[in-house]
Nanobody, 124 residues
Framework: QVQLVESGGGLAQAGGSLRLSCAAS????????MGWFRQAPGKEREFVGG????????YYADSVKGRFTISRDDAKNTVYLQMNSLKFEDTAVYYC?????????????????WGQGTQVTVSS
């Protein structure tokens, strides 16, 4: 069982940066592949990026590639999402998720545990 808590969301201007954190409690955090997803109002939840359990292998959605970076610190049981060059369309609730998948899955169904989400609002 893993509990996930996101933090770091807030309001940013277009072109600005935010760093989200996802703190995990429970056992064997280092064995989980971690994913970040987001959901904007009226839209389906979408994959943002993920980091493989053994690190540092990462994979990103095309919409954020080159702007967002995922990292993990297994000693702190924490995964990070560094978001640079923010755009208005990045506005959403961001969720971290943990799963035991063979690779970095873009499907939400591959992840077993979810945080409660943190709001990111980008003003244009």
């Amino acid at each position: 069982q893993v509990q996930l808590v996101e933090s770091g969301g807030g309001l940013a201007q277009a072109g600005g940066s935010l760093r989200l954190s996802c703190a995990a409690s429970g056992r064997a955090f280092s064995t989980y592949t971690m994913g970040w997803f987001r959901q904007a109002p009226g839209k389906e939840r979408e994959f943002v990026g993920g980091i493989f359990w053994s690190g540092p292998s990462t994979y990103y959605a095309d919409s954020v590639k080159g702007r967002f970076t995922i990292s993990r610190d297994d000693a702190k049981n924490t995964v990070y999402l560094q978001m640079n060059s923010l755009k208005f369309e990045d506005t959403a609730v961001y969720y971290c998720a943990a799963g035991h998948s063979m690779g970095i899955s873009v499907s939400a169904y591959a992840y077993d545990y979810w945080g409660q989400g943190t709001q990111v609002t980008v003003s244009s």
